[in-house]
Nanobody, 121 residues
Framework: QVQLVESGGGLVQAGGSLRLSCAAS????????MGWYRQAPGKQRESVAV???????NYASSVKGRFTISRDNAKNTIYLQMNSLKPEDTAVYYC???????????????WGQGTQVTVSS
C-alpha cells in the first residue's frame, strides 16, 4: 500500500558528496517519521538520520556535521545530503517511513529496496 523508492546512490571518491532521495507513494492517510538507515556487509543495520513530520532530526554520531536530512511533506519525499564522504560510509542505504493507512488509521513500518553507496579511497 506504500512504496518507497530511493535514488541517488553511486560511486564517489573519499571527500566527495552524494544526495539521496526517497519518495513515498501509494494509498495512505499520512506519513509520519521518515529516515535513512544503512547496512554494510557483515554488519548490522544502523540508523543514519531520522526526521519527523515537523522537522525534528536525529543523527548518528558518525555522520553529524557531514550529513543533512530534510523532507518535503508536499511531495512525501526525504533527502540525505552526504558531504565529506569516507570509505566507512560505504553501505546499502535504506529509506524507512511510518505510514498511517486510511482503512485502519494505524501506523505501519515500510522500507525501500535500498541504494548502494560506495566511497573509494
Amino acid at each position: 500500500q506504500v512504496q518507497l523508492v530511493e535514488s541517488g546512490g553511486g560511486l564517489v571518491q573519499a571527500g566527495g558528496s552524494l544526495r539521496l532521495s526517497c519518495a513515498a507513494s501509494g494509498r495512505f492517510f499520512s506519513i509520519g517519521a521518515m529516515g535513512w538507515y544503512r547496512q554494510a556487509p557483515g554488519k548490522q543495520r544502523e540508523s543514519v538520520a531520522v526526521i519527523t513530520r515537523g522537522g525534528s532530526t536525529n543523527y548518528a554520531s558518525s555522520v553529524k556535521g557531514r550529513f543533512t536530512i530534510s523532507r518535503d511533506n508536499a511531495k512525501n519525499t526525504i533527502y540525505l545530503q552526504m558531504n565529506s564522504l569516507k570509505p566507512e560510509d560505504t553501505a546499502v542505504y535504506y529509506c524507512n517511513a511510518w505510514a498511517v493507512l486510511p482503512a485502519t488509521m494505524a501506523p505501519y513500518d515500510y522500507w525501500g529496496q535500498g541504494t548502494q553507496v560506495t566511497v573509494s579511497s
